[in-house]
């Protein structure tokens, strides 16, 4: 396994995306299961994890999430690398946004139990607050070494490109999969130009690519944010087999999983590219991992790549930079 590079931060291939242990896909295991499941993921030689001070507040409260990725990596905090973000609130955008982002980190670092984060990112982009005032107060944080690098998710180029001028970026944090290609245009071109990471969420499309998910699969009604997902449709779902069919012909070659092969597709094209895949299933979680023993062969890969720009994909989710309102209710359209 070959370690990649966020910036200066280096990560196993593939990460760790921890929401679902809070929010997301429905009921969610025990306390323990979830600590458990994260420690058998960083035994495995995954080091990665990602996080949010959000990620909890739609049945919970903030930081539920952090709090159980502190408790599970508190005794290995050292080897690994952490990634958590901050949603400034409405009533913040006229504030000093040192003292914002600050107040924010500070929390997040409670929950965590650490004294600083690896990275830290942005989480949405505010139209009331210029992505030039964050950039600056993050690289104070980085001088007073309570954060080692930083990133913005959910963003466009053009966004990356300003954010960038002022403090240099390590990693953008971006929706990215076999079905949503739109970071392929400007995104990952600007970022392999500047030394910048790309962490793409939802890299099996919210479960699709695995194959698992058919027109007769229900979702929890509570929740859950795969009702809201356009490829998940029972009509999209269908419109978009064919790439599932794709899958199956590579995966029976490789000896591989659907989802396996999906992400060891991204890890081929982009040296940048270090996916978060997530899950509440720990023996998901490991096979997400071993996604990064597939390797695929240029002449498959190309010919994997020709065969999907010939598909003609159904539903489209797409970055959004802002939703407006309360993190609490954004979970209909984005993670």
């Not at 499941?37 to 990602?50: K, L, P, T, V």
């Amino acid at each position: 396994m070959k370690m990649r590079k966020l910036g200066n931060l280096e990560v196993s291939p593939i990460g760790m995306g921890c929401m679902a242990f809070s929010h997301g896909y429905g009921q969610i295991p025990s306390h323990e299961y979830a600590v458990e499941a994260i420690r058998s993921a960083y035994e495995h030689g995954c080091n990665f994890f990602d996080t949010a001070e959000a990620y909890g507040n739609v049945l919970y409260y903030e930081h539920h999430n952090e709090e159980i990725l502190g408790e599970a990596l508190k005794d290995v905090r050292e080897n690994c690398v952490i990634a958590t973000k901050l949603h400034i609130h409405d009533d913040e955008v006229n504030e000093d946004m040192y003292d914002v982002c600050k107040r924010h980190l500070l929390a997040s670092m409670k929950a965590l139990q650490t004294d600083y984060v690896d990275l830290y990112y942005l989480h949405r982009i505010h139209p009331e607050v210029e992505v030039e005032r964050v950039a600056k107060a993050m690289g104070q944080l980085i001088d007073e070494g309570l954060i080692k690098g930083w990133g913005l998710s959910q963003v466009e180029e053009s966004t990356i490109r300003r954010a960038h001028e002022v403090t240099p970026v390590s990693a953008v944090q971006n929706l990215y999969n076999m079905l949503e290609r739109d970071c392929e245009t400007n995104t990952f071109p600007y970022c392999l130009e500047h030394n910048i990471g790309v962490v793409p969420f939802s890299p099996i499309a919210s479960g699709f690519l695995s194959g698992k998910i058919n027109t007769s699969t229900e979702f929890e009604k509570t929740d859950d944010v795969r009702n809201f997902v356009p490829q998940l449709t029972k009509e999209n779902i269908k419109g978009n087999q064919p790439v599932i069919d794709l899958l199956n012909t590579y995966s029976q070659k490789k000896n591989c999983t659907n989802a396996q092969l999906s992400m060891a597709w991204m890890l081929h094209k982009y040296p940048n590219v270090v996916p978060i895949p997530g899950s509440k299933n720990k023996e998901r979680i490991i096979e997400n991992l071993d996604a990064w023993n597939v390797e695929l062969t240029d002449e498959e890969f190309n010919t994997l790549e020709k065969a999907l720009e010939g598909i003609q994909i159904h539903g489209h989710r797409g970055n959004v930079q802002f939703q407006g309102g309360k993190m609490s209710d954004w979970g209909k359209n984005n993670k």
